[in-house]
């Protein structure tokens, strides 16, 4: 027969949390679960609110955001998050993969910079972005990353030819929509 002693110590094992360790953040947020078995998380240096306690976000808060975090705390985060961006970055080149190979630097097709171009316009015209920005050292950089043989054009080329070549195209397929309708009311 079982003795108390050891069906108490039994019963314990039965209500422990099982599952995946918290991670240390949860520190410095309060939590409750949802319904769902969310935890809602709260900042207790700031009281910034999230309704989900997503680690990254929150790991975030306190690296870059909330005013009221101690500087141990901050220096902690920032290097925890710069120690994360590390290992991304090493595992992806320690393993060789297909975009390895992908990105062999030769010259592109005359088609292929043209459709390059194209996108690129469109890109920029409409989510409203300025030229200028095709020349920022950090935006040839992103280009370069994609495909290192790809030159992006000058803000000038991008504002002038390219952008009247596809102005041009446009128009023509909207003459083309017109006469090819019937029965077009205008209205305002």
Partial sequence: MASSSSFSSS???????RGRRQDNVWEYFEQERDKEGHSPAKCIFCEKNYSRGDI??????????CVNCPTAVIRQFQTLIEESQNKKIKRSTDQTSLENFHDVVQPLSKGR???INRVLIKLFVCCGISFRIVESPFFVDFVKELNASYDPPSREILSGRLFESELGYVNSKINKELDNSDNL???N
């Fill in 11 to 17: 019963s314990s094992f039965f209500t422990k949390k």
């Fill in 56 to 65: 990254t976000q929150m790991q975030g808060h306190l690296a870059n955001h």
């Fill in 113 to 115: 910079v043209d459709r």
């Fill in 185 to 187: 009311t205008l209205g």
